[in-house]
């Protein structure tokens, strides 16, 4: 093949390509709904990736804050727009696997929610205040042992699985935890630093900063690996303890009445785009870990494994909306 001739064959390619990813798309603003408020992770997620998305499809990206009811306000603003894909949204699995336990839905989330990429997960992570003198996962427990009925957990709120992870620690370990739901993990953790209540499963990115500075003590995270932010803290599954072991992933999803064809072709655009060096480290940054891509069959299932995994949770501890 000559030069000139390869060169066309490249450009082919790549014009094909862009078409490609183009096509899932007509030719006004693509909406990405963020059910949260602006600023959190999930909207820098969604204003990171927008943005690139918007540089290799050649079309406006808005991001639209939808905050409220667990997610289901942003997933069901969504849902009422035409199935058309211009209507996508950013959030973590567990809008999905989680909340439609405990919160009345007017969606099924197994039918209605299509995932079409996981971009990066956040894993749990147990901590308590540095009030509390264990400084290891065996002693911890030995601590909470020792006086029944004064400790507490807090979690993000109930349903979540900062809650079902201090389910299954108390029921395991024979504690008697109180249950202190709050309405995120900002002022859950002011009040596990200030000694008001006594540990939390947080996530890996609200809380490594402040193990590193000294307001918080680790005692085990989620995954098959330790986390390279907390290299001395042992995974739940080195504890012995896979229960305790929870992630989510955030990521995109759409509508599930979008056909195959569409759905593929979206999944190839958003991996592009978050593949993109400037948005990985970004999102690195931030605390994400970034996900290998993963076919649409195999994230429908993922999510529903851990849909029937959070419902045993609710039926074995009776957690009630």
């Not at 996508?88 to 929610?113: G, Q, R, W």
């Not at 996981?118 to 601590?143: E, H, I, K």
């Given at each position: 093949m000559t030069f000139p001739t390869a060169r066309a064959v490249l450009c082919a390619a790549l014009l094909s390509c862009a078409a490609s990813m183009a096509s899932a798309w007509t030719d006004k603003p693509v909406r990405i709904v963020v059910p949260a408020p602006a600023g959190g992770v999930m909207d820098v997620m969604a204003r990171v990736v927008g943005e690139q998305l918007a540089k290799d499809i050649g079309q406006p990206v808005i991001v639209d804050n939808r905050p409220g009811a667990g997610g289901g306000i942003g997933i069901n603003t969504m849902l009422n727009a035409p199935a058309?894909?211009?209507?996508?949204?950013?959030?973590?699995?567990?809008?999905?696997?989680?909340?439609?336990?405990?919160?009345?839905?007017?969606?099924?989330?197994?039918?209605?929610?299509?995932?079409?990429?996981?971009?990066?997960?956040?894993?749990?992570?147990?901590?308590?205040?540095?009030?509390?003198?264990?400084?290891?996962?065996?002693?911890?427990?030995?601590?909470?042992?020792?006086?029944p009925a004064k400790y507490s957990y807090a979690s993000h709120s109930a349903g979540t699985s900062s809650h079902y992870a201090g389910l299954y620690l108390a029921a395991a370990s024979g504690l008697d935890l109180q249950h202190v739901p709050f309405a995120g993990s900002p002022p859950a953790l002011a009040q596990v630093m200030g000694g008001q209540v006594t540990v939390m499963f947080d996530n890996v990115i609200a809380s490594p900063p402040m193990v590193a500075a000294g307001k918080l003590r680790a005692y085990g995270v989620g995954g098959s690996t330790r986390h390279p932010s907390l290299p001395q803290v042992p995974t739940f599954i080195e504890l012995g303890r896979p229960e305790l072991d929870y992630t989510n992933w955030f990521g995109v999803v759409a509508s599930g009445k979008l056909s195959e064809a569409q759905a593929e072709s979206m999944s190839r655009a958003i991996q592009k785009a978050a593949e993109a060096p400037a948005v990985r480290d970004k999102l690195v940054q931030l605390g994400f870990e970034m996900l290998p891509p993963q076919g649409l069959a195999a994230l429908a299932q993922s999510v529903r494994a851990e849909f029937d995994r959070n419902a045993i949770t609710v039926k074995k501890f009776n957690v009630t909306p």
């Open positions: 058309d894909g211009q209507t996508l949204m950013v959030t973590a699995s567990n809008v999905l696997t989680e909340v439609p336990h405990v919160i009345k839905t007017s969606f099924d989330p197994l039918k209605d929610v299509r995932p079409i990429y996981a971009v990066g997960r956040v894993r749990n992570l147990l901590v308590s205040g540095t009030a509390v003198p264990a400084t290891d996962f065996a002693s911890l427990v030995a601590y909470l042992k020792a006086t």
